[in-house]
């Protein structure tokens, strides 16, 4: 009951605040109103790593997105999914440790309208905030993305959100619940500073970051405390020639006086014949060369971002026609040589509907980070509007 209160008293908000803003600022002209969003269904087939048992999962979801200006001073946003989980993986293993690794908002904005043992219906609003410009300071509180750094599968300064770079729908980025400041320092200059607050028993996470530019080159420097542990990183963003080149770093101080650091450097290029190539190389301090030191139980701290310490990652994509689409993904574990292979295709079946066929596969030897993994493929339908 106090999940759908709190829900639906952030419902009714953006209701009454579209109410409101429509009819007193209606005869000036002053607001402008946008709705967007998709219709979306996942089909998923995989093995239980805990069970010689498969397992099929289907995922439907209803996105709708909903934004309100009200002249140049103040920004409303709301994104409210309805989903539908339905297939035997809600019964595994694997879907109660995935439910343990979902990051912790401080408010609960999720309810269940159906809960059986292969058939649930959720709602949640994915985003929800508001923005206030005074001059030319941004304050934004709510459900918000916060992006740091320029990482493309690993963020060592992203700590706010982080992302894991293994997920199926990889475009779908988590939020945070937080208070974000920016404030510009001239044309190509800013200071952020970030709080979310933690829930009960869980520390809070405060960052500040600074970004410039020096002769044609981007630069950030950040410091926080996230979780218990201080954190101290940067990044910097060139080009060189036509390719964008990248690199990421943090310093790390856990809460036991343990220290590691984290790095990230890629580079981008867009080929005359139309091939697009990202190439990203990842040091994970606080991961081990030997598999046979691999904790998987850190996982649930979340403090762990890989078990090892050296990988890559690549991304190729072409598009053949302009309605048909060639992608690979792939991800090496570089000290126990496993990997994730991502084949891809996607073709514009019409105006806004778009199918995807594609699959993890995954390889490496009996003990090692993805060869412990089955193979996972799957197809999606989606339609924009």
């Given at each position: ?18 109410l ?24 998923i087939?995989?093995?239980?790593l ?6 099929f999962?289907?995922?439907?979801r ?32 694997d ?41 030319d ?23 706010l ?11 779908e ?11 510009p ?8 500073v ?35 542990r ?8 060139a ?13 790390v ?65 072409k ?33 806004n ?16 980070e ?16």
């Amino acid at each position: 009951m106090r999940r759908i209160w709190r829900t639906g008293t952030a419902l009714l908000l953006f209701g009454f605040i579209c109410l409101f803003s429509r009819e007193n600022a209606r005869a000036a002209g002053a607001i402008a109103m946008q709705f967007s969003g998709y219709a979306k269904t996942l089909a998923i087939r995989s093995q239980s790593l805990f069970t010689p048992r498969p397992y099929f999962y289907d995922l439907s979801r209803f996105r709708l997105k909903g934004q309100i200006f009200m002249g140049s001073q103040f920004q409303f946003e709301g994104w409210l999914d309805t989903e539908l989980h339905a297939g035997n993986f809600l019964e595994t293993l694997d879907y109660r440790f995935a439910q343990l690794l979902r990051p912790q908002m401080y408010f609960d904005l999720d309810w269940d309208v159906i809960s059986e043992s292969r058939l649930q219906v959720q709602q949640r609003l994915f985003r929800l905030f508001a923005t206030l410009f005074v001059g030319d300071i941004q304050i934004t509180a709510g459900r918000q993305r916060i992006a740091w750094g320029t990482g493309f599968a690993w963020n060592p300064t992203d700590l706010l959100n982080p992302y894991n770079p293994f997920a199926v729908e990889r475009e779908e980025k988590d939020g945070v619940d937080a208070i974000y400041v920016a404030v510009p320092l001239g044309a190509l200059s800013r200071v952020e500073v970030a709080v979310a607050p933690g829930k009960t028993g869980l520390p809070s996470r405060t960052g500040v970051r600074g970004h410039t530019n020096v002769s044609g080159v981007d630069v950030s420097m950040m410091a926080g405390r996230f979780g218990g542990r201080w954190v101290w990183g940067g990044d910097v963003a060139a080009y060189l020639g036509g390719a964008a080149v990248r690199a990421e770093w943090a310093y790390v101080r856990q809460s036991n006086r343990a220290v590691y650091w984290r790095f990230v450097a890629n580079a981008d290029y867009n080929f005359s014949n139309g091939i697009y190539v990202l190439v990203e190389y990842y040091f994970n301090g606080r991961g081990t060369a030997n598999k046979n030191d691999y904790n998987l139980l850190a996982l649930l701290s979340g403090e762990t971002f890989g078990l090892a310490r050296h990988y890559t990652a690549a991304l190729l994509s072409k598009d053949v026609t302009p309605l048909l689409k060639l992608q690979f993904y792939a991800i090496a574990n570089l000290n126990d040589k496993s990997a994730l292979w991502g084949p891809a295709v996607s073709y514009s079946l019409a105006q806004n509907l778009e199918l995807l066929v594609s699959g993890y596969l995954f390889a490496g030897e009996s003990g090692s980070e993805l060869g412990a993994l089955h193979n996972t493929y799957f197809a999606s339908l989606q339609y924009f509007f």
